[in-house]
């Protein structure tokens, strides 16, 4: 007994589909709408209470009453906090301090500056004067006298200390010393150096008279015959020579040398060419007939059975998966309508909700 299933009618659905979609219609139908409906209402129904009652509320009763609340706090705070603080110093603390003021320049004019000037007058000023002149008295008869006292002291001292000293080392010691060494210094340099250095200077000249001169000269004489009566012959005959050289013998063989280079070019240019002639004939030609009427044709025929065969192949497999899979839900292209909930165009006949498996005999 053979079995088939009944393509269904539409796009293709299944009755696991139509099973599930009639319960979500029904769901979106009682519920949904409803609550949608109810919904917009109620944003309606705000919105006409928010123009027509609590704005004109606002405008004409809370504002008001918020700016007059606002206006009696400012006043509270202001009654509590600024106005008190201000009396108080405009009425209480000014007039103090202005009070205390006059008082303290009354006293200072009536009492403290008549006390100064007596303190002043009669009291401050001969004492100074007799300090001035303790002073004076101390600085003449005792600060003087113990003033120079120290300072022939502390002179004493240092001249005993830093300068007698020296004076004696200088005076006694190193002069002489250094007498006794020039003494020495002349007597060497009279009775030794001097000698010496005339004996010196004396071979000097001698060596140079003697034997430097008359040596200088006779090398001197030698290199000067030497250059003219060997040196400049032999280069002149090297140089005769060498042109004679360059111009009978080696201008002639290099002339050879690059002619017979010149033609053993030509030569195994034209052996080239020859290779090249019957390398083409032999080869060259053959290989472009064999590829040309040969290995062309029968890659396009190669290349066409390819893509015969690949055809083939995608349709066999385009076969077999419809047969095991199907063919894919494809929406008609005359409505893009869609109910609610469903897959299906507005205008297409409707599937079967559950499809049986016919029997066939």
Known sequence: MDMDKRAPAGDGEGCLVGVIRIPVKIVAVLVVLPVRVVWELLVAAARAVHRHVLGPLYVHVVEPLLRALGWLLTTLLKLVFVWPWVGLWRY???????????????????????AGRFLTGHLLRPLGAGLAWLGRGGMRYLLAPLAKG??????????????????????????????????????????????????????????????LRPVGLGLAWLVAALYRYLLRPAGLGIGWLAAALYRYLLTPLGQVLVWAWHVAGRIVAALWRGLKLVGWVLVGWPASRVYRHVLTPVGHAAREVWRT????????????????????PVEPARSRARTLGSTTAADAAPADEISLPRRQG
């Open 92 to 114: 209480l603390l000014v007039p103090v301090g202005q009070g205390l003021a006059w008082l303290a320049r009354g006293l200072y004019d009536q009492a403290l500056a008549p």
């Open 150 to 211: 120290v300072a022939w002291i502390a002179w004493a001292v240092g001249m005993t200390l830093f300068v007698w000293p020296w004076v004696a080392l200088w005076r006694y010691v190193l002069t002489p010393v250094g007498r006794g060494i020039a003494w020495l210094a002349a007597a060497v340099y009279r009775y030794v150096l001097t000698p010496v250095g005339h004996g010196l200077v004396w071979l000097l000249v001698a060596v140079f008279r003697y034997l």
């Open 309 to 328: 065969g690949r055809a083939a192949v995608r349709e066999a497999r385009a076969t077999v998966r419809r047969a095991l899979f199907g063919t894919p």
